[in-house]
């Protein structure tokens, strides 16, 4: 199958209020270019990088936006500003901080989503349940962020049922945030879901999936 079947039949099965995200990490600019072509206007990347090394070699094609997945270092939030629409990986109340004083000096409001741990995972970053609820009135007071959502990434190897419980705590624990009525954090969007489960995620009420493999392919390591 080609790119743009591939992405043809998964757009045919979600819904048509979920947005597509293609994570391109490691995929090549050529794909990249399959990929816009097929109607994708939302790339994903989790190095800032290779989003910058690609965006310029992709030139100015109209309509796209960046998402920023990964981890983002402090020393690259300057950039990391210039170059993504939205960071779905705001990880820490410190980092949250640092984006928003850098982006009120960039005049740029980035939409972000705050990462959350739905379960203890050594190898993730994210707030944990309790640590988020109680960050929420210092994020509050980040007024240049546009705070839109959660995001969540189940830990390896859970199986189907606890991955869809999983990421169904991630969705009420959104409208828990929301029914606190904050000025300046929305809890509209709800970026989970990648190529081994976004069908569970959707199920959840997932709004933004972020697909790379199933849609290009493995990486290579
Ligand atoms: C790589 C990555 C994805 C895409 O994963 P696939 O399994 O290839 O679909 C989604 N989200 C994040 C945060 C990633 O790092």
Known sequence: MTIAQRIAQIRAHLPESVRLIAVTKQVSVDAMMQAYQAGIRDFGESRLQEAQAKSEQLGDLPGLTWHLIGHLQSNKVKPALDHFHWIHSIDSLKLAQRVDRLAEGLEVKPKVCLQVKILPDPNK????????????????????????????????????????????????????????????????ELSMGMSGDYHLAVQAGSTMVRLGTILFGERSP
């Not at 988020?132 to 705070?147: F, M, P, R, V």
């Not at 959502?149 to 990421?167: E, R, S």
Request: proline fraction near 5%; hydrophobic fraction near 40%; charge should be negative.
């Open 125 to 188: 970053s994210g707030w944990q349940i309790p640590e988020l609820i109680g960050d929420l009135a210092t994020l509050n007071q980040c007024k240049n962020l546009e705070i839109k959502g959660l995001m969540t990434i189940p830990p390896l190897g859970l199986d189907q049922a606890k991955t869809l419980a999983l990421f169904e705590r991630a969705r009420q624990l959104a409208q828990e945030i929301q029914a606190q009525n904050w000025d300046n954090i929305s809890m509209q």
